[in-house]
């Protein structure tokens, strides 16, 4: 499109407007979001939005093929850095799946605790760098402050702050340590008790409002289209979690409450994530209670030198944080995958944004962008 407007008379100009191309980004690698976006503007409105990804793309899968079983565990582990654990649990689930193996009850609940306080680290993240973006410094510092206390316990028991590779094939690394439960139990009591500083910071700020509410709807139909999923489909109505639908570890024996919002904007999915915190702490209690009545056993399996899973192919999808992880496995009956396809939450979250952002403002790709909850590193496998 190209409009002028020429003047008549004396001291008359001529007047051009027309569209220009933005880039938003890439950034350099360490400040976490490689990501670019391309718009095209009309003034300051936004006409068009695509998103161009691949610019921390580490070619994950095919490493998958030429590592075996205990090594892609570590690979897996790095591609949502947020999400660490969480990570994990899709690669072990699917070989155990291939395998046959059942493994030890006080690893299927220790798995779901930890899957749960993972959990709780991703949302504090998002929920204390969201209104940061928005100009809203104080946030992040709560946030992050219960963040150590969580990583504390995730510390302790793993060595790990990020990349805890504390699964293994049949279970898990090694025994919880001496009063690690108690101390697990205090932590999520702690956070617990500091949420509600956090809700009134900014939930009900008229700034946060202003800027959040009624911006970046995102309608049900669109979401079933990209294959959203997550927190951001769950602020749209989309009433579906893995945990509860179809549940995997020992989710079917946990009251998993799925919170659900219908405006579909900004504000509704800072509101999910803030509710699901407080559900992830709720079900981590539980975890704990469930574990300190489980008599003494093993917590995991004891494996073959050579590790070898039989011919075949299965998919083993978990709720993520962000949203639903995928591994799709397939068995040429070696020691490493055929090949291993990940189906990560942030792709399709990210992907959406070329549907969203058209019709905005400039000011306002901000709001949208920090409110999609993704990982560049969970885009580019």
Request: charged share 25%.
């Amino acid at each position: 499109m190209e409009e002028r407007v020429v003047g008549i008379g004396a001291g008359a100009k001529e007047l051009a407007t027309e569209d220009m191309i933005l880039n938003i980004g890439p950034q350099h690698p360490s400040t976490h979001g490689v990501l670019r976006l391309r718009l095209t503007l009309d003034g300051e409105r936004i006409a068009t939005a695509e998103p161009i990804i691949g610019y921390m793309h580490r070619g994950a899968e095919k490493l998958f093929e030429v590592r075996d079983y205990r090594q892609i565990i570590m690979l897996a582990n790095r591609h949502d850095w947020l999400s660490g654990f969480a990570n994990e649990l899709g690669v072990v689930i699917a070989t155990e799946r291939m395998l046959g193996m059942e493994i030890p009850a006080r690893a299927v609940w220790t798995r779901t605790l930890l899957a749960e306080l993972n959990r709780v680290l991703s949302h504090l993240m998002f929920l204390g760098s969201y209104p940061l973006e928005l100009g809203a410094i104080t946030p992040i510092f709560y946030a992050f402050n219960e963040r150590e206390r969580i990583q504390g316990v995730m510390e302790e028991i793993s060595g790990g702050r990020m990349h805890y590779m504390f699964n293994r094939v049949g279970g898990l690394k090694e025994e919880l340590p001496a009063g690690w439960l108690d101390r697990v139990t205090a932590a999520v009591a702690a956070t617990r008790a500091k949420v509600p500083d956090i809700e009134d910071l900014i939930l009900d700020n008229e700034i946060f409002l202003a800027r959040t509410r009624g911006v970046g709807v995102l309608d049900r139909e669109t979401i079933m289209q990209y294959g959203v999923s997550g927190p951001i489909a769950r602020a749209s109505g989309v009433d579906f979690d893995l945990r509860r639908d179809q549940p995997y570890l020992a989710y079917d024996e946990l009251p998993v409450k799925v919170v659900t919002r219908t405006a579909g904007d900004c504000h509704a999915r800072f509101e999910v994530l803030l509710d699901q915190l407080k559900v992830s702490l709720d079900l981590a209690d539980a975890c704990v209670e469930r574990l300190r009545s489980l008599p003494p056993g093993p917590i995991n399996q004891r494996l073959p030198k050579v590790l070898k899973v039989p011919e075949g192919h299965t998919y083993a999808w978990t709720e993520n944080p962000l949203g639903i992880n995928g591994y799709y496995l397939v068995s040429k009956g070696d020691k490493t995958p055929w090949r291993m396809k990940l189906r990560s939450a942030s792709y399709n979250n990210i992907q959406v944004l070329r549907e969203m952002l058209p019709g905005h403002l400039v000011a306002d790709m901000v709001a949208i962008l920090g409110s999609m909850f993704f990982v560049v590193g969970d885009i580019d496998k």
